[in-house]
């Protein structure tokens, strides 16, 4: 399926093939999403089928402003209505009680919904056309690199997705934050642009964390996800150079590196894309990267550890469950 621009024309048919029950994928400021109606069951079970997805793992609904809150969830704490009113349209998702109206296909079987405003004009301008909310994940294989260019939701699902609105590059490049407030503490779900420390501040509310083992069902917490189908290794600056200078003699594998140094020199004759400096930008660009090479003839991806302060929580959270494996001393090269 070819992107097309999504001028006024293309997101009125757009609108019109989710009232149909197809899926349409379209730009958010976070990734692209693979959309269908989130009132309509057989439309939402097309999203679980076109990507792979298994059916027990609850999808975002997209909704077009905070008014229609109240048509997706119950019992909707004060602190609730104060995020969203802050932080929306933005990358904040909101877990509350499902309204009984809410498919269970949409929540995984589960009786939660995952809640957001998209900050895109193409995402809000999609949704005012169709007039509801948009069940809309990743528009990608199931586990794989979300997509952030219209180009790659083409590349993951073909002709899997009815129609593929080019709204130009995703800003902000990453999944959005997941805040569950369903239960009697709030709790951060997922990290994204909006830091912990951004949602305790406005709160004044201290977010805690899952627990060790504890099982939760919600967007992007498998434990491997957002990974290439490359190999891929997570190391310290000390351990690439020391793998890079080992294979350099042995010229075993052909490897990709995704380096944060910028002495990460290319004499060593492997395919190297120098990352930017600060969270923000770093993020931008990750899964393009990653995309880039994972398409590349290499055996081997590399990446470099980026700093694990808050402004990395996000990035570092999606680099740990995309990389297969976390390097130590002790790894051989492997690409069994």
């Known amino acids: 399926m070819n992107p097309v621009i999504a001028d006024e024309a293309a997101i009125l048919k757009a609108a019109d093939l989710l009232r149909q029950g197809r899926l349409v994928a379209f730009p958010t400021e976070t990734v692209y999403g693979l959309g269908a109606d989130a009132k309509n069951p057989e439309a939402v079970k097309r999203i679980f089928a076109a990507k792979g997805r298994p059916v027990d793992h609850p999808l975002i609904v997209h909704i077009p402003d905070v008014a229609t809150f109240e048509d997706w969830a119950i019992e909707i704490p004060e602190i609730a209505w104060k995020l969203a009113k802050h932080f929306w349209p933005g990358p904040l998702t909101i877990v509350l009680k499902k309204h009984p109206d809410v498919p269970m296909e949409v929540t995984g079987g589960q009786n939660t919904v995952a809640l957001r405003v998209p900050n895109h004009p193409v995402a809000l301008s999609v949704l005012q056309a169709f007039g509801s909310g948009i069940a809309a994940p990743s528009a990608n294989r199931f586990c794989r690199i979300s997509p952030t260019q219209a180009s790659h939701v083409e590349e993951e699902l073909g002709d899997k997705v009815d129609m593929i609105l080019d709204g130009g590059a995703c800003q902000v490049g990453l999944e959005s934050t997941i805040v569950d ?44 996800h957002y990974a290439p189908e490359t190999q891929t290794m997570l190391c310290t600056t000390v351990q690439l150079q020391k793998k890079l200078q080992e294979n350099t003699i042995q010229k075993k594998y052909k490897i990709g590196v995704l380096a944060y140094s910028k002495n990460i020199s290319q004499q060593y004759g492997v395919q190297v894309l120098i990352m930017p400096k600060s969270g923000s930008d770093y993020a931008h660009n990750l899964y393009s990267s990653l995309r880039a090479l994972d398409n590349d003839d290499i055996d081997i991806i590399l990446v470099e550890q980026p700093p694990q302060t808050e402004e990395w929580q996000a990035v570092n959270d999606r680099l740990k469950k995309s990389t297969k494996v976390m390097f130590s001393d002790k790894n051989e090269l492997s690409t069994g």
């Open 181 to 224: 407030l369903s239960g009697e503490r709030p709790r951060l779900l997922r990290p994204g642009q909006i830091s912990k420390s951004d949602i305790e501040q406005f709160l004044q509310v201290k977010l805690e964390l899952p627990e060790n083992n504890e099982q939760i069902h919600a967007p992007g917490l498998m434990e491997v």
